[in-house]
């Protein structure tokens, strides 16, 4: 398999379509805006002719040398469209220097293949991003579990209060017995109860439940 020409096409066909997934992933974590986006659907068409013609007619060197050219422009117009944009969010901004690593290191290795030379520099480019990826994605789980423990603990003083304000014990009569139990679905909930008892043989009962926004 490793030596038929099937294989040899489908190796390099493959090569043109690796670019794509790495659109759809900035696509979706924003990082390129509606001029990007244009571009970059019609270099994905660009790229998937190349594989396609790889896959019918056999490669060709011509064919990595359009793909060369069509990456390095692409990735020198990711680097302009980070540079000028003025988001000063910290996590973007750590996105944004593990992509411009990724970029110089992915720029050298393409620009070196378009005059012959080898370099195999871009993994440890890709390494970085996924680096500051994971830096931002770590960050914002310990801020989400800080943000969730300070709600935890603010429905635990608004379940109190609530509790405090419900009537601690039971009218005493000899004519009645009253009994009465509060289970919210939640930490909260809008419901209150409370009772009033005259001459011990009359008794007043007050139910309220809030509901709605």
């Known amino acids: 398999m490793p030596h038929s020409p099937l294989f040899e096409r489908l190796r390099s066909g493959i090569d043109f379509l690796v670019p794509l997934p790495a659109f759809l992933f900035f696509d979706a974590a924003g990082l390129l805006h509606r001029r990007a986006k244009i571009v970059g659907y019609v270099l994905g068409i660009l790229l998937g002719s190349l594989a396609l013609a790889t896959f019918s ?3 060709s060197p011509s ?19 980070s540079l000028l944009n003025s988001d000063r969010n ?5 996105i944004r220097r593990g992509l411009l690593i990724f970029v110089a290191f992915a720029l050298w290795d393409n ?3 378009a005059f012959g030379l080898a370099s195999k520099i871009e993994p440890f480019g890709f390494v970085a991003f996924l680096a500051a990826l994971g830096y931002v994605a770590a ?9 969730l423990n300070a709600i935890q603990t603010e429905l635990e003083v608004a379940r109190r209060i609530q509790l405090s304000i419900l009537p601690a014990e039971f009218p005493h009569s000899e004519h009645f017995k009253v009994a009465a139990r509060n289970v919210p679905m939640t930490a909260v909930a809008g419901d209150f109860y409370d009772f ?7 008794a007043g009962l007050l139910i309220a439940d809030v509901s709605g926004y």
């Not at 910290?90 to 750590?94: A, E, G, P, T």
């Open 196 to 202: 009033i008892v005259a001459e011990g043989k009359q």
């Open 63 to 81: 064919y990595h040398l359009i793909n060369n050219v069509v990456v390095i422009v692409a990735l020198v117009l990711l680097v302009i469209q």
């Open 139 to 147: 960050r914002q789980t310990m801020e989400r579990d800080q943000q």
């Open 111 to 113: 620009v070196a293949e």
């Open 57 to 59: 007619f056999g490669p």
């Open 90 to 94: 910290r996590d973007f901004v750590v």
